[in-house]
């Protein structure tokens, strides 16, 4: 008797880690088939990647140890931080948006040198001694399809057909909510140059974007076109797409120097000496636009707490900051309203001044916009 059920358990167990077995065979498979997950990177890439100080011969390394997942000791302390484990589970109703949230429809007729829009998350869009630049343009999902990751719902929506031309998209990263598939295949006849970091060559020429239009960028690597200067910068992050290949392409912020004004943008970031180093060398900056929400104890080393958004601006000598990364996407434990709470607090003691417009407003260094619409959607 006691044979038989040992058997009979025996082959459960081994059914079972059988068919672990064929899906986790099945999601590598389906992770280097799907184009959603990008591509490799050909031989002139592959070269450029090897000779980067940056670059280990496997994969890219942070210029300062980091840490992917910093564990907290006290592990009670994490449970309170994000609000315990049935917390997570069964999130309060607060935890995201009850209701659309306020926004304006971007118009591009009004979209004059030195005008800037935020189209929420990271994805921000500028004229730049009229030429039109957009960083990180993500339009549709924040994950891969079957993972969820839906932006939260807005009164207006910007869509791409909405846009104007695009002169530069540049990249800071691979991450889904940095880089959109779709958006890049549905918007890629209407843009002349991405500008990408390296490796990442790999995926837009997946998507069909032509070899000829992608430049591809090491840290401090520099591009000139006319009056305007792109520098990409070095952040405290990582990169990866699906289950195999993280880190095996670059990460950064952008500098935008034109003729008037002088701007960066963080990309996704922990909290690095680096910031100051990029003040003092190519400070002050009229405007920073920082990473300052998705954060959580654990990934302290890789993305920054408000605070430290504010500190970074106080360190790259900006004029102006400016939070991203919150407001559209629920990416971590916390209350969506909460990082632009504790930035602007900040902010205050501090004494830094910030700008705050609707999504798909249309603004300027010039004015001042300090709209407080999240307090409208409770």
């Known amino acids: 008797m006691l044979k038989r059920i040992i058997k009979k358990v025996s082959k459960i167990i081994a059914w079972f880690l059988a068919c672990l077995i064929v899906l986790a065979i099945s999601i590598i498979v389906y992770t280097q088939i799907d184009p959603v997950f990008g591509g490799s990177p050909n031989r002139a890439s592959m070269k450029k990647i090897e000779a980067s100080k940056n670059f280990d011969g496997e994969i890219f390394i942070n210029s300062e140890k980091t840490a992917m997942m910093h564990y907290q000791e006290d592990t009670l302390a994490w449970f309170q931080e994000n609000d315990g484990f049935l917390g997570q589970l069964f999130p309060g109703k607060d935890k995201n948006p009850q209701k659309k949230l306020l926004s ?97 060559k790999a995926h837009l020429l997946k998507w069909g974007v032509e070899d000829e239009k992608i430049i591809e960028f090491d840290w401090y690597e520099k591009f000139n076109e006319r009056s305007i200067s792109f520098i990409f910068t070095p952040s405290r992050h990582f990169s990866g797409r699906g289950i195999l290949g993280r880190n095996t392409t670059l990460w950064g912020g952008w500098i935008i120097k034109g003729n008037t004004q002088n701007i960066y943008a963080s990309g996704d970031s922990g909290y690095t000496k680096e910031f100051a180093v990029i003040g003092e060398k190519y400070g002050p900056f009229d405007i920073a636009f920082l990473e300052s929400g998705a954060y959580n104890s654990e990934w302290s080393q890789i993305h920054m707490f408000p605070e430290q958004s504010v500190q970074a601006g106080i360190d790259l000598n900006a004029k102006i900051l400016f939070p991203i990364h919150w407001g559209k996407f629920d990416l971590s434990y916390h209350n969506w309203k909460e990082p632009i709470q504790r930035f602007t607090q900040y902010s205050i003691q501090k004494q830094q001044k910030i700008i705050t417009p609707l999504v798909g407003e249309t603004f300027n260094l010039t004015e001042t916009y300090q709209t407080k619409w999240w307090d409208d959607n409770r």
């Open 104 to 200: 304006t429809k971007f118009d591009k007729h009004s979209f004059n040198s030195g005008s800037f829009a935020w189209l929420g998350h990271s994805t921000l869009l500028m004229n730049v001694d009229n030429k039109h630049i957009i960083i990180d343009p993500v339009f549709y999902k924040a994950s891969p399809i079957f993972l969820g990751g839906k932006p939260f719902v807005f009164q207006n929506t910007t869509t791409i057909s909405d846009l104007p031309k695009i002169d530069y998209v540049l990249i800071t990263h691979d991450h889904y909510d940095h880089l959109d598939a779709e958006a890049i295949q549905e918007m890629k006849s209407l843009v002349t140059t991405f500008l990408v970091p390296l490796g990442i």
